[in-house]
């Protein structure tokens, strides 16, 4: 595994989470919550009371507090960066807001191929981003090696689908348009999000992340043919680049997680696609992703995030306890 270009960090005491994503036997199921650090827990919304949320976002200090917080709490085996993958569209410039009660807003969305012309030509992220990368080197050394720590960024096709559609969308009907009407343009701004990306992933790992996700959290509303025009390559050419580029400078990679949000047509191509790790929502049966996935690649998830409601114990059924998952 590649270690961070010119830090040293406190050494790593549990490093389940590493060795599932690499595919090896491990005592255990390693276990993170996607958004463990969040409203569910108290002291994260006196923090909300207090700021507001992209300001935690853009705060080394508190993204690094909240960040924690679960991890004081649970026996957790990762903790992941408090932040947000629409921090992407703002680096780009493009005004986010987080409205109480609905969520992220774009008070001028993308309308038009025209609109691309208000996006930043090249986004310097260290300069845009660089309040992420201080909060993950604070955080990796205020964890003194308790738990690995997970990056991460919104893949191209979810980030674009929201600077279109302008903030949650039950169809992405405006966002899809575009792949219809608009194909060359849409191949277009989807680069231009594939090369922030990039840029913000290597820089999470060079200041200390240990793992990295990408959130295809769209892909299950385009359907099998447009995920292969427009998400699919992009997700690749993001692993391959990724890898690449970090194995230039240190000589090795991190693991790489995608989680493709209801692709179930996609598994087997995503589990081609460059990345250790794939992940699962909670309306497939494990062993039918296993199959479709083939044993040479972790799984990760599968639990109904709805099931921590539950007052028993909820019990997880694996596709194959001789085969890696998260």
């Known amino acids: 595994m ?3 270009v010119g ?5 790593l005491k549990n490093d389940l989470i590493l060795r599932a994503a690499r595919g090896e036997k491990t005592e255990r199921v390693p276990v993170w919550v996607m958004r463990q650090a969040g409203r569910y827990l108290p002291e994260f919304r006196e923090e909300r009371l207090q ?18 917080q679960p991890i004081e709490r649970f026996p957790l085996d990762a903790a992941i960066i408090f932040s947000d993958i629409l921090v992407v569209p703002q680096a780009m410039g493009m005004l986010v807001e987080m409205l109480p009660g609905k969520g992220p807003h774009f008070p001028e969305p993308l309308a038009s191929p025209e609109d691309l012309k208000k996006l930043a030509e090249h986004v310097d992220v260290q300069q845009k981003l660089g309040y992420v990368f201080e909060a993950i080197t604070l955080t990796r050394n205020t964890l003194q090696g308790r738990v690995p720590l997970i990056g991460f960024t919104g893949a191209p096709w979810t980030l674009m689908s929201y600077m279109i559609e302008g903030g949650g969308s039950t169809t992405q009907s ?6 219809y009407k608009h194909p060359e343009e849409s191949h277009s701004l989807l680069q231009r999000i594939t090369d ?23 892909a299950g509303i385009l359907g099998p043919d447009l995920f292969s025009t427009f998400s699919l390559p992009y ?8 890898k690449e580029r970090l ?9 790489l997680i995608v989680f493709a ?30 199959a479709l996935a083939g044993t040479g690649i972790t799984l990760q998830g599968n639990l109904d995030p709805c099931a921590l409601y539950s007052p028993k114990a909820c019990s997880v059924v694996l596709a194959d306890a001789n085969t890696s998952h998260v």
């Open 51 to 68: 700021h507001d949320f992209f300001k935690i976002c853009r705060t080394p200090e508190l993204a690094c507090k909240v960040t924690l």
């Open 7 to 11: 830090q040293v960090f406190p050494a």
């Open 174 to 179: 405006k966002a899809k348009a575009w792949l």
């Open 196 to 218: 922030v990306c990039i840029d913000y992933l290597i820089g999470q790992v060079e200041a200390g992340a240990q793992l990295l996700q990408v959130f295809e959290s769209h």
């Open 247 to 255: 194995r230039s400078k240190t000589g090795g990679s991190v693991p």
């Open 2 to 4: 590649a270690e961070s």
């Open 235 to 242: 997700l690749c050419q993001i692993s391959r680049t990724v």
């Open 261 to 290: 949000k209801d692709a179930h047509f996609g598994l087997e191509d995503l589990s081609h696609s460059g990345y250790d790790v794939v992940g699962l929502d909670w309306t497939i049966r494990p062993q039918n992703a296993r």
